[in-house]
């Protein structure tokens, strides 16, 4: 019982940690903290007296205008689509990358979306379809780069499910009814021919997900990271039984499933084209480093408010496909997603493909 208790606990300090790219207009109003959470002009918190406020002063107004002084503010979701640039904001600190990056890490997609349509930010990671439908609605910035593949895994208690056509009769237990988890799932239940032999059934969050599989040792549930990793840590018995994304590009022919991508505000690459190669870079380097050594990236995405605690962190980065996937290859891999979700839903993308200028490919 005691395990129980703080199996469900942890779920819920970790629970809306990672974004699945559902409906924009589906989720909640953030009450995160507007204040960036990590600041690359910020001087050391023990400066004292006028000279901390006069170079307090002086950030507020660099970042005001952003990029015209050199500036990126980078927005972006809680989770594994932020994981892969905390290497960088160390960096920028730093000096050592091509521009200089102020962060504001938020809890919803709407506060992103929100800060990219009123040009409070330069650069986003969002959702790979929430920045479809906005780009529909509202359009004024480009996809440079998809920063995150697959992060949803079905999991078990035991060893009875090896390939998506072993899920036939069974329940499967998951959230985001009418979201990417349900799509994804569905498109490859449809490949396989199963669809019709699998039962679906959703919960409001992961944490149901998780009490519902404490309680039927035979149920089989849906899951994104870090919540897989931090459900492992407490119980030996759960199983990676599938990796959606291994499963996706199987059936897709060449397709990839994507969670999240990186924009950034046309203004500033019509402008400034040099710092927007520059920060695309910077992101190439920084997922490098992330996914090289897990351990010190870990720490780093615990200050960044991400993930609670440094060894889930560190164990859930190679499960989080971070990635830096720009060009010719983003908008084939990227176009290909959207496609498989507008063809299930086409709300789920803004009620359109988007159009080509979508896509920057730096050409």
């Known amino acids: 019982m005691k395990r ?14 990672c974004a699945c790219g559902g409906d924009p207009a589906e989720t909640t109003k953030s009450t995160a903290d507007s204040k960036p959470v990590v600041d690359s002009n910020a001087g050391s918190k023990s400066a004292q007296g006028k000279d901390n406020q006069s170079n307090q002063a002086t950030r507020e107004r660099t970042e005001e205008n952003g990029f015209q002084n050199g500036v990126l503010r980078v927005y972006s979701l809680k989770g594994p689509t932020s994981m892969g640039i905390a290497t960088m904001l160390r960096d920028s600190e730093d000096g050592k990358t091509n521009n200089r990056y102020v962060s504001n890490v ?59 056509k072993d899920l036939e009769g069974k329940t ?20 396989n021919g199963n ?43 759960l199983r990676i039984a599938l990796d959606l994304t291994a499963e996706w590009k199987d059936v897709s022919k060449g397709g990839s499933l994507v969670t999240g991508v990186t924009v950034v ?31 010190a990236a870990a720490e780093l995405i615990v200050n960044m408010g991400i993930v609670a605690k440094a060894p889930i962190a ?12 720009t060009g010719g290859e983003m908008k084939t891999l990227l176009s290909g997603y959207l496609k498989t979700l507008y063809d299930q839903n086409p709300k789920a993308v803004g009620e359109k493909m988007p159009a080509d200028e979508f896509y920057y490919t730096g050409e």
């Open 265 to 295: 505000r046309n203004e500033i690459i019509e402008k400034n084209p040099d710092m927007v190669s520059g920060f695309v870079k910077d992101c190439l380097l920084g997922v490098d480093n992330v996914n090289r050594d897990p351990a």
């Open 106 to 164: 938020c809890t919803t997609a709407d506060e992103v979306t929100a800060a990219l349509v009123n040009g409070e930010a330069d650069a986003a990671l969002l959702p790979a379809n929430a920045a479809a439908a906005l780009f529909n609605k509202a359009g004024g910035f480009s996809v440079v780069a998809v920063n995150t593949l697959g992060v949803l895994y079905v999991v078990e208690n035991g060893d009875t499910i090896h390939s998506v």
């Open 4 to 17: 129980f208790f703080a199996f469900t606990l942890i779920f819920a300090l970790l629970l809306g940690l």
């Open 172 to 191: 499967v237990y998951l959230t985001g009814k009418g979201t990417t988890p349900e799509y994804a799932l569905r498109y490859l239940l449809a490949a």
């Open 195 to 237: 669809e019709d032999k699998v039962t679906l059934e959703f919960k409001s969050e992961a944490q149901e997900v998780v009490t519902a599989m404490g309680e039927n040792l035979a149920a089989i549930g849906l899951l994104p990271q870090p919540f897989v990793t931090a459900a492992a840590m407490q119980n030996e018995q």
């Open 314 to 325: 560190e164990k859930a980065i190679p499960y989080c496909n971070l990635v830096c996937i």
